[in-house]
């Protein structure tokens, strides 16, 4: 690799680090076969990670950090002085073939600033999707940003060869996105979202090859004043209005040079992680927006605890329950309980009463969940009501005398 594409590889790698949304999972098996090169897996490939805990084994780019748009929240904003640069299509296929043939990546995730015009721009990023199927049989992982500005042919056209594709919503609300993004439109985003969010059922339904691992978005946490639960809602409407498969957060990070309408100081990254713990338990434990708010206040998650046990000590007189006789969806709110020990109880307890020391084989959480389950021979009594029960749950383990 010559100095100058290794320049350029530095500058526009480090200007992708601020998207979360670099995971590969619900891509299909798929091999390059004798004449093709690459390969991918529906366990998903981000299995590497930076120091700041981000997933590095997607090689993950802008094809350029030149963009007209000038976003208060971006470092790569029109107004900020950073070292720019670009890749031709060229570079970044030979990029991605020679990194994979070195075993350094799996896939490729590739966005982009806008440059000339959104057309031009969404044309560059599909044409290297387009070269690494077409012209080199690439069989790996790729995610391609959408611009949603552009053609809805050239974004059905990058549907036709990436794995997934993304359109980056960036703030919870259309006021907040008109404030620090003047120039992007939340209803063109979500009108995008719409035309792929379609094309992605009638692929399913033809049993053709369309963003087969289907599409996700990014939100930016801690930007603007909006609370936890505005975040959520905003993120159950996406799911259920458009059927993403994953929404992203990303806590803010202060840039340089920055409007002073942004916050000097990044949120408590406590806070997306506890944002994302909820986004789990709306998609998979049943739990509506309202609930998971309840167990906060303000509209704003405990960042003391996680939101699944929030919500249990806030819903007492729901527990305990039953672990031989609750129904599934009672058992899912169970702290400690995640869905797979909560299948095998149900399963398990067909056969036999379960005893205590059944669940605790059947669930590495016990610790927590004992103060919310009755079992065959176990009853909390008045643990479930102490008042000190949230101090006894997340006490911080002692540590060890050496003498």
């Not at 399913?204 to 639960?229: H, Y």
Request: aromatic share 6%; glycine share 8%; charged share 25%.
């Amino acid at each position: 690799m010559d100095d100058a594409l290794l320049d350029k590889l530095g500058i526009l790698a480090d200007a992708a680090k601020y998207d979360a949304s670099c995971a590969s999972s619900g891509a299909k098996r798929r091999t390059g076969g004798p004449d093709g090169i690459g390969s991918t897996t529906g366990a998903g490939i981000c299995h590497a990670y930076t120091p700041d805990g981000r997933c590095v084994s997607l090689l993950k780019i802008l094809l350029t950090n030149h963009c007209l748009f000038d976003c208060a929240y971006c470092i790569n904003r029109r107004s900020s002085n950073v070292r720019r640069a670009r890749f031709s299509v060229d570079e970044v296929v030979r990029l991605t073939l020679g990194f994979y043939k070195r075993n350094c990546i799996e896939g490729l995730f590739l966005s982009s600033g806008i440059i000339r015009s959104p057309d031009y721009t969404m044309e560059q990023l599909m044409l290297v999707a387009r070269t690494l199927r077409r012209d080199h049989g690439f069989a790996g992982y790729i995610h391609l940003k959408t611009i949603p500005e552009a053609s809805p042919w050239l974004i059905e056209q990058a549907g036709l060869w990436a794995d997934r594709l993304s359109i980056n919503l960036e703030l919870a609300s259309d006021r907040s996105l008109k404030q620090f993004a003047p120039e992007k439109n939340g209803g063109a985003i979500k009108a995008v979202m719409g035309q792929v969010g379609e094309r992605i059922l009638e692929a399913k339904e033809e049993k053709r090859r369309f963003s087969p691992a289907g599409q996700s978005t990014q939100m930016i946490v801690g930007a603007d004043a909006s609370t936890d639960l505005s975040v959520l809602e905003t993120s159950d409407t996406l799911y259920r209005r458009y059927g993403l498969r994953r929404v992203y957060y990303s806590a803010f990070s202060p840039i340089p040079e920055a409007s002073s309408a942004l916050p000097a100081k990044p949120p408590p990254l406590q806070r997306e992680n506890r944002l994302y713990q909820a986004d789990w338990l709306l998609r998979h434990y049943g739990f509506t927006v309202e609930e998971i708010a309840a167990g906060g206040e303000g509209g704003m998650l405990d960042l003391g605890i996680d939101p699944k046990l929030a919500w249990a000590l806030k819903n007492r007189e729901r527990f305990p329950v039953d672990v031989n006789s609750a129904d599934r969806e009672m058992l899912l709110r169970v702290p400690g309980l995640g869905a797979r020990a909560v299948d095998r109880i149900v399963e398990a307890r067909r056969h036999t009463s379960l005893r205590l020391e059944d669940v605790a084989r059947l669930s590495s959480g016990l610790k927590r969940a004992r103060a919310f389950l009755i079992a065959a021979d176990h009853h909390p009594g008045g643990l479930t009501d102490r008042a000190d029960l949230r101090q006894r749950l997340v006490a911080p383990p002692r540590q060890l005398s050496l003498f």
